[in-house]
């Protein structure tokens, strides 16, 4: 509900009245002292952090982790990259990162279905058949899953910059993560 600013002003006015009229109240340390022109008051300033901000501090860390990371990395199809999607009818934006050898994968996946459901479609009397079953994980990536663990590890063990922008990134999550649940929780207006 919504008051509006002539009444909140009465309001106010019968607020301050009532208590300049009650002894008892104008009697209460700090609700009325007098102050002089010549004298300095002190100032209070409220920041407040906004979840958007707080999610852009995480995806910033994040990048220059993955920065420093891909600076030291002698590998590169386990170089990390991250793009951000955002799926028609929906305006939530979703970021994920993989490997270049990942990305690579699933081009390469990608171009043999579109090739196979093509030259099944192109098959006399296959006009009607459904294309082919998506690829399963690459046993490459599997393989290579290890590589990259001990790789990063290695990389963490032997770089402190390196550590510090985890430590960095690991304490931007833990802000955001803080503060979801109290945005969450508020109720729509």
């Known amino acids: ?55 852009a501090a995480v995806i910033k860390a994040e990048d220059r982790v993955i920065a420093r990371y891909n600076d030291l990395n002698r590998d590169d199809d ?23 050898l990942q990305k690579r994968t699933q081009q390469d996946d990608s171009w043999n279905w579109i090739s196979s459901a093509l030259s099944m479609q192109l098959e006399p009397g296959m006009g009607t058949s459904p294309p082919p079953p998506l690829p399963e994980t690459p046993t490459r990536l599997l393989e290579r899953m290890e590589d990259y663990k001990k790789n990063l590890a290695t990389l963490l063990q032997d770089d402190p910059r ?28």
């Open 1 to 55: 509900m919504r008051i509006p600013a002539d009444y909140l002003i009465l309001i106010i006015g019968l607020v301050i009245g009532s208590m300049e009229a009650c002894p008892a109240l104008a009697a209460v340390p700090g609700t009325t002292v007098p102050v002089s022109p010549d004298e300095v008051l002190d100032e209070v300033e409220v920041k407040g952090v906004r979840i958007w901000q707080l999610r």
């Open 78 to 100: 386990l170089d990390i990259e991250c793009l951000s999607n955002t799926p028609t009818g929906t305006r939530l934006s979703f970021r994920y990162c993989r490997t270049k």
């Open 162 to 189: 390196l550590r510090e922008l985890v430590k960095e990134h690991s304490d931007a999550r833990r802000r955001y993560e803080a503060a979801r649940p109290k945005i969450m929780a508020k109720p729509a207006r």
